[in-house]
T-cell receptor, first 111, second 113 residues
């Protein structure tokens, strides 16, 4: 069956550390993989996109890796801050344009 | 900043009533998605459109849900008749190209009693 799995448990880290979130998928062949941030009571906000032929993408303190052999993406936030606390969602952008989301991982950054 | 506008923000209705949710995508965006979000299921794709044409609505219960884009500035999602299990937050998102990601609206929180 087709699945997208993100860390089911909340991730708690100390300010200044690097947060690493995982997105694994089975039986999909995404053309792209996207990451979004969602705060309580709000819609998701687009952060980064990585193509299937890219290994790594960076944007400021964010880094995304994409391994199509392992069917896994890792999302890193370096020098984390309490303002980074939110739920982070990965989304598979399938050929044809369908966009399927994982359940999300809640990140809490403590001062 | 351009935004996706969804109305109403909140809706409480009785079981069996018709519910219509509206979405105004960002001007110029040609792709529109409808999602439903619950704690248990997360974000579920209901339907999506490109250039106003429906591409996939396999995620929608067809007997009660319908999605349309009467014009490029309006997308609608209707539930008739509504049931308590439809209670959720419904999001609309729009975009122009996949490379730029998609912009979500603030959602419609639907409660069916």
């Amino acid at each position: 069956s087709q699945k997208i799995e993100q860390n089911s448990e909340a991730l708690n880290i100390q300010e200044g550390k690097t947060a690493t979130l995982t997105c694994n998928y089975t039986n999909y062949s995404p053309a792209y993989l996207q990451w979004y941030r969602q705060d309580p009571g709000r819609g998701p906000v687009f952060l980064l996109l990585i193509r299937e032929n890219e290994k790594e993408k960076r944007k400021e303190r964010l880094k995304v890796t994409f391994d199509t052999t392992l069917k896994q993406s890792l999302f890193h936030i370096t020098a984390s801050q309490p303002a980074d606390s939110a739920t982070y969602l990965c989304a598979l952008d399938l050929r044809g344009g369908k966009l399927i989301f994982g359940q999300g991982t809640e990140l809490s950054v403590k001062p | 900043d351009a935004r996706v506008t969804q109305t109403p923000r909140h809706k409480v209705t009785e079981m069996g009533q018709e519910v219509t949710m509206r979405c105004q995508p960002i001007l110029g965006h040609n792709t529109v998605f409808w999602y439903r979000q619950t704690m248990m299921q997360g974000l579920e794709l209901l339907a999506y459109f490109r250039n106003r044409a429906p591409l996939d609505d396999s995620g929608m219960p067809k007997d009660r849900f319908s999605a349309e884009m009467p014009d490029a500035t309006l997308a609608t999602l209707k539930i008739q008749p509504s049931e308590p299990r439809d209670s959720a937050v419904y999001f609309c998102a729009s975009g122009l190209s996949r490379e730029g990601g998609y912009t979500f609206g603030s959602g419609t929180r639907l409660t069916v009693v």
